[in-house]
């Protein structure tokens, strides 16, 4: 797999599909700036050669994982907005709604802490 388009046709339910298709459209049109990339078979947004964000698209649900960071940064947003979390990801229910202002926050701190770091993920601190 080397490509969204057939990230996307991997996806089995339609509608799943479709949201995923959604998604992915909206974060290209908000940040144009951001390059895409198949990795570890995921859909993933970078920004200069580093990791901004990547999808995953499950049964129950669909995981993004923006990295610990962000997620730390994010958790009292993340839990406002009814989807679990673990260290690594976030987990948004087919059933539940994209919260789209938190996503443009989460890759937008992404874009902008990761502004000065020349490798693809965050080092530990």
């Known amino acids: ?8 046709a991997g996806i089995q ?7 995923v ?12 700036e951001l390059e895409t990339r198949i990795g570890w078979n995921q859909p993933m947004y970078t920004h200069h050669g ?10 129950l ?9 962000a997620i730390e940064r994010f958790s009292d947003d993340i839990k406002a907005s009814g989807y679990r979390q673990t260290k690594m990801l976030f987990r948004i229910g087919w059933e539940q709604p994209v919260d789209y202002d938190l996503l443009g926050k989460i890759i ?12 693809f993920w965050r080092k530990p601190e």
């Open 108 to 119: 937008a701190f992404n874009i902008k802490d990761k502004s000065n770091i020349k490798t």
């Open 61 to 69: 649900h669909l995981a993004i994982a923006p990295e610990t960071v």
């Open 50 to 59: 580093t990791f901004i964000i990547s999808m995953s698209a499950y049964k």
């Open 13 to 19: 339910d339609p509608a799943h599909r479709q949201r």
């Open 1 to 8: 797999m080397e490509t969204f388009d057939e990230y996307l």
């Open 21 to 32: 298709q959604e998604i992915f459209s909206w974060i290209e049109q908000q940040f144009p």
